[in-house]
């Protein structure tokens, strides 16, 4: 296996993929079903992500993009089948607007805290562009061969996010919209309001058995969305879900509006 990543087996069949010598400890997750496997996001692009993923499985690869961020699009070139928002096609054909390379290469490269694979070169580091395969809309259903995923539209930190549901066994991956640690939605790109609607409508899944976040923690449970909604209506109610409120801390986790 690539010693840049650790693999962690959910189940027999459902695996994160983790980068934890980088400060965000961004997760991926392999969902292999009987005829294809679905690889949530690809993580920073710093290790070969394909490589590891076909020790894993031989089963086509379906890449779903929970949002177009460099920290979860890293390896989507080495993958043919690429899935994301209708809303972020743009971006990922394109780039954000506004965002400049230098500002990725130096969040992609401070606080490792793990060997870089040999050929990683930071001097060449780009986001990946190209052109996605598929476009996604709100409830659309990925059949992957006895197992099937359920795309959630839940924008606010970024206009095309999604969240990832397997209502048999009740996974949630839920990219940037829930994990432990800081939510950001400061950016301009961002929408405090809708975000917290967001996780308004995640809170109402009922069957919920695991929460797979994109980053930090794995070990989130549907209490912590309960917490996560309590303080977001909190917010909205005292009408600090906008921008330019600043931070906002609760027991697991700040808001940063």
Same mark, same amino acid.
């Given at each position: 296996m690539d010693e840049? !990543?650790?693999?962690?087996?959910?189940?027999?069949?459902? !695996?994160?993929?983790?980068?934890y010598g980088h400060w965000e400890n961004v997760h991926s997750y392999l969902v292999i079903g009987e005829e294809y496997a679905a690889l949530i996001d690809t993580g920073i692009g710093i290790g070969n992500i394909k490589s590891v993923i076909s020790q894993l499985t031989l089963l086509p690869i379906k890449v779903i993009t929970t949002h177009v961020h460099w920290d979860h699009i890293g390896g989507h070139g080495l993958f043919q089948e690429l899935y994301v928002h209708e809303f972020e096609k743009?971006?990922?054909?394109n780039g954000i607007p506004g965002l400049p390379l230098e500002v990725i290469r130096n969040d992609v490269s401070r606080d490792i805290s793990k060997p870089l694979p040999a050929d990683f070169k930071i001097?060449?580091?780009?986001?990946?562009?190209?052109?996605?395969?598929?476009?996604?809309?709100?409830n659309q259903r990925i059949d992957l061969g006895n197992r099937? $995923?359920?795309? $959630?539209?839940?924008?606010?930190h970024s206009p095309g996010h999604l969240c990832i549901y397997e209502e048999e066994r009740g996974y949630l991956y839920t990219g940037d919209l829930i994990?432990?640690?800081t939510l950001f939605a400061f950016y301009p790109t961002t929408d405090p309001f809708l975000f917290v609607q967001s996780i308004k409508k995640i809170s109402q899944i009922k069957h919920i058995t695991k929460i797979l976040p994109g980053h930090n923690e794995l070990d989130l449970n549907k209490e912590f969305i309960n917490e996560l909604n309590n303080a977001g209506q909190e917010l909205l109610n005292k009408g600090l879900?906008?921008?330019?409120?600043?931070?906002?801390?609760?027991?697991?986790v700040k808001f940063y509006f």
């Open positions: 840049w !990543f650790t693999i962690e087996e959910i189940d027999s069949m459902t !695996f994160a993929i983790s980068e743009d971006w990922l054909e001097e060449t580091y780009e986001p990946f562009r190209g052109k996605p395969t598929a476009i996604l809309e709100d099937v $995923l359920t795309c $959630l539209h839940t924008p606010g994990y432990k640690g879900a906008k921008h330019g409120t600043g931070i906002h801390e609760y027991k697991n």
